[in-house]
C-alpha cells in the first residue's frame, strides 16, 4: 500500500534492537504495524502536530524517575492534558529525543516478572537436580523472648580430641555431595527421586545414638561419626563444586536423652582463627520450648575449643591443616528436636514470606515497591525493592538522590540478612523519621544476593563455585548474573540521580561488633576524609555496637573486585562494606555479650 506508515520496514527492523524487533513481530500478528488496524491507533501526523507544538524534556531510555512515577502513583503519566488525549489509545510507546524530532519507541514491560499475592510454585525454592532435600519446610520462630546471652568464660582446661580413623567409630550420618564437578540443572524440591535413609536405624527405645538430619534449607552436613556412647565427630559439607569454604553450620539431632553430656566436634574447618575462643557459644533451638514457653534460638554448649588438628589438607599447596571446634551439652526435654547453628539462620524461604508480608500490607506496599532483579543460576528469584514516597511533583522526584543497600551476596554470613530486615522494617514504618528519609531518598535495596547459596547451604559461593563478591569486574554475566544485574542497576541509577551511598552487608568471623570498610578519597583534597562521616555518625548513634577504631578504609589489591571498590571506582564516593560479628560486643554496656537478631536490626 503506497505511503502506508505501517507497512513493513526491513531497513527499520534492522536497526531496532533485539527486543523491539521481537515486539513489533509480536504486534504485526494481530494487525498493528500492517495498516489493518489504522482506525483504532494514533496516526503519525498526530505525532507530528504534537511534536511543532508542543516542548518536552525527555531522556534516550525509560528513565527511573518514570518507573517510580508510575508505580507509586498508580501508573498516572506526567504527559500534559492534550498530549494524554492524543495517545490515550496505547500505552505501550514512550518517546526518546534524537537529534532534534521526538522518536517513538515501544515501552520495556515492567511486569516482566509478575509477582503473586500468594506463596506458590514462583516462591518456591530451586535446588540442583541432584540434591536430597526433606519434603518438610523447616520453620523457626523469630519473636521470641532473646535476653542478654553472656560470652563463654574459657578455663584453660577445655579439652581437644583428634579426629578418629575410619576404623575408630560408626557412621550415624552420611550425605555425599553431588557427583558432578559443575552446576548442571535445578528443580524445585531438588532430586525428583526423593531422600534415602541417612541416618542409622535405632535399635530399639533404648538406642541412644543421635539422629541427624541436615537436607533442608542452609543445612550443610555431610557426616557425622560415632566415637564414643555419646562423642560425635562431624563433617561439613564444602561449599557446591568447590573443595573450600567451611565455616557455617546448620543441623538437627533427634532422640536425645535429658542429663547425658553430649560432645560434638567439627573436624574440617579451615580459618586459622575464630570468635570461639574469645568467648563465642553455638546456637540451639528446641521445638518444644519454640512452642510451649517462646524461647527461640539460645547460645548453648560448655568446654568450646577452636584449634588445629591432625589432618592434613590436601587440596592446597604447603603444610596446612584443618581445624577442630569442639563443645559439650545437655539437652532439656524428652522426644524433643534441636536444631545447632553457627548463627541465627534466615532463608531464602524467610525472605519471601517476609517480602509477601510486605506486598500484601495495603499502606507499606505503596511506597514499597517490588521486582525481580534477575534469575540465578538456579532459576531462583533476585528481588530489588524501591522505597520511596509517591512523588506529586514530578521534579521532586526526579530531585531526589538514590540509597543504594544489597545483603547476602556470601550466603553463610546470615547477620548481613538480619540487619537488612531490621533496616527494612525501619524504612517503611510509620514513624516521622522514616517518612523523612522516604520524602527525601529513593532506596534501593537488594535483600539476597545469592539465594543459590543460601538455599544450598554455602558459606560463601554461589552454584559457579566462585566468590560472588570478587566478581564484580566480571563481564561473565551468565555466570554471574545477580552481581552484574547489580551492577547495571546502579550505572543505570546514576544516569538519572546522584547515589549518596552504597553500602553491602556481611558478618564477620573474627572480631567482634560491627565496622565499615571503605574506600579513601586521600588523592582528591576536596573529598578526602569525608568517607570517614557515615562511619562516625554510626559510631555516635551505637556506640555499644559500632567500633570507629576497627573500621578501614585502604583499597587492597585484593578486594579490587569487591562490590565496594568497584561501585567506588564508579563514582560513588560512600561507598561502603559493612561487617557485623558473628558473636557480639566488646564496648559499653553491650560487652561481653552476644548480639541477638534485635540487636542485628535495631542497627542501622
Known sequence: MPGNPYRHDPNLEYEMNPYESFMRNHLRHYGYYTGRNEGYRTSVSVFEDWEQTHDYNVSDNESETEYENQALKDDKDDFDGKFQEDINKTTQLVFSYQAGKMVPKLREPRNLYALTKEQGAQHAARWPSCMEVVSERVVHIHDALEPAEPFYQHTGSEKTPMPATDADGRVVYYCPPPKETYFLRSRVGGNRNGCSVRAVKLNGTEDTTLLFESRFESGNLYKAVQRADNEYELHLRYDLYTKKHTQWYYFRVHNAKPGIRYRFTIVNLMKPDSLYNRG?????YSEFDAVNKNIGWRRWGEDIKYYRNTIRRTNIKGDKYF??????????NVNDTYYFAHCYPYTYSDL???LLSLQNDPVRSKFCKQRVLCRTLAGNLVYVLTITSPSVNPQHSKSKRAVVLTARVHPGETPASWMMKGLLDYLVGESADAKLLRDTF???????LNPDGVIVGNYRCSLAGRDLNRNYKSVLKDSFPSVCHCKML?????EERDIILYCDLHG??????VFIYGCENRHDPVKRLRERIFPFILNKNAPDKFSFKSCKFKVQKSKEGTGRVVMWQMGIMNSFTMEATFCGSSMGMKSQYHFSTKDYAGLL
Open 508 to 513: 564477620h568471623s573474627r572480631k567482634q561488633n
Open 490 to 494: 546502579i550505572k543505570k541509577i546514576m
Open 442 to 448: 529513593v532506596f534501593k535495596v537488594i535483600p539476597m
Open 280 to 284: 563465642m557459644r553455638p546456637l540451639l
Open 352 to 354: 519471601q514470606s517476609y
Open 323 to 332: 581445624y577442630s571446634l569442639t563443645w559439650t551439652c545437655t539437652f532439656p
